[in-house]
Nanobody, 120 residues
Framework: VQLVESGVGVVQPGGSLRLSCAAS????????MSWFRHAPGKGPEWVSG????????IYADSVKGRFTISRDNAKNTLYLQMNSLKPEDTAMYYC??????????????WGQGTQVTVSS
């Protein structure tokens, strides 16, 4: 299993950024997927999830209405569109594979992460 995030960047407050995650080594279309983040001095925070067939999404309250998760099963790629970014969104962002039949945020593989910095 390999998950590789991309989209690292520095953006001003109120700006936008899109993260991508290329998946390989497993049947991507069979798994629910998530994004989580980890800011310095804080614990990891689950951000958003999408089910395997792209029919349902779920978000943490902290990003609801600002972030959109999506996937392209033909390209084995997961996305996170982040709008109206705030300084508190600054963190390392990871894509992760959800363990089937467990609650959201129960993940067994994740990538190396990509840094998002929101600063003026």
């Amino acid at each position: 299993v390999q998950l590789v995030e991309s989209g690292v960047g520095v953006v001003q407050p109120g700006g936008s950024l899109r993260l991508s995650c290329a998946a390989s080594g497993f049947t991507f279309s069979s798994y629910d997927m998530s994004w989580f983040r980890h800011a310095p001095g804080k614990g990891p925070e689950w951000v958003s999830g999408i089910n395997s067939d792209d029919s349902s999404t779920i978000y943490a309250d902290s990003v609801k209405g600002r972030f959109t998760i999506s996937r392209d099963n033909a390209k084995n790629t997961l996305y996170l569109q982040m709008n109206s970014l705030k300084p508190e969104d600054t963190a390392m962002y990871y894509c992760a594979r959800e363990i089937p039949r467990y609650d959201w945020g129960t993940m067994d593989y994740w990538g190396q992460g990509t840094q998002v910095t929101v600063s003026s």
